[in-house]
């Protein structure tokens, strides 16, 4: 099994930062990309950030320019740094990664979810 563990969540006023954190531990043969989804109330999950082994990086386009997204590969931890925070990033945030726990299987598994409120 993989673990993912968040943090860095919390309430921050428009205009500001935080830094989301995840860790992934477990049975860990190769992670294949990692990345980030957000959950407004009422809201479907969107993918709002990924990177894959390789650095190649994809994001929402309503964050781009505000969000960056980097890999420790040698930790296995993602981190999301959001600058310019808006009240429309007010979400419940979770960590994905693509993992393969042996040479032929592999599984998407989902940290517990950090809130990102931000007030106007």
């Known amino acids: 099994q993989v673990q993912l563990v968040e943090s860095g969540g919390g309430l921050v006023q428009a205009g500001g930062t935080l830094r989301l954190t995840c860790v992934a531990s477990g049975s860990i043969f190769r992670i294949i990309a990692m990345g980030w989804y957000r959950q407004a109330p009422g809201k479907q999950r969107e993918l709002v950030s990924s990177?894959?082994?390789?650095?190649?990086?994809d994001y929402l386009d309503s964050v781009k320019g505000r969000f960056t997204i980097t890999r420790d590969n040698a930790k296995n931890t993602v981190y999301l740094q959001m600058n310019n925070l808006k009240p429309e990033d007010t979400a419940v945030y979770y960590c994905?990664?693509?993992?393969?726990?042996?040479?032929?299987?592999?599984?998407?598994?989902w940290g517990q979810g950090t809130q990102v409120t931000v007030s106007s």
């Open positions: 990177i894959n082994a390789g650095g190649g990086i």
């Open positions: 994905n990664a693509r993992v393969y726990t042996t040479v032929v299987t592999w599984d998407d598994y």
